[in-house]
């Protein structure tokens, strides 16, 4: 059964730091390529940032020099540093694992920036 399981999602003030962590159960981790998500209210889910199996790392704009996705494939877990956090970022974020046709998703973890 494969899950995946995030936390580290919670309440911070603008300007401040968080990081969520993503640990997978039931998949080989190291040959996935795992991205976070995240949706705002009344907004489509967007894809944040993902990590290749071979480390290659892509963000959005809006999050470039802000956010370090990150992965520990010895302890099956994928990570996402937020750093300089802005309301607009405010969403819940959702772990992702993909490989070819397999696609699994976690429940999803909320951040609320907001003083």
């Known amino acids: 059964q494969v899950q995946l399981v995030e936390s580290g999602g919670g309440l911070v003030q603008p300007g401040g730091s968080l990081r969520l962590s993503c640990a997978a159960s039931?998949?080989?981790?190291?040959?996935?390529?795992m991205a976070w998500y995240r949706q705002a209210p009344g907004k489509q889910r967007e894809l944040v940032a993902f990590?290749?199996?071979?480390?290659?790392?892509n963000y959005i704009d809006s999050v470039k020099g802000r956010f370090t996705i990150s992965r520990d494939n010895a302890k099956n877990t994928v990570y996402l540093q937020m750093n300089r956090v802005k309301p607009e970022d405010t969403a819940v974020y959702y772990c992702?694992?993909?490989?070819?046709?397999?696609?699994?998703w976690g429940k999803g973890t909320l951040v609320t920036v907001s003083s």
């Open positions: 990590i290749s199996s071979g480390d290659t790392t």
């Open positions: 039931g998949i080989i981790f190291s040959i996935y390529t």
């Open positions: 992702n694992a993909k490989t070819g046709p397999l696609n699994y």
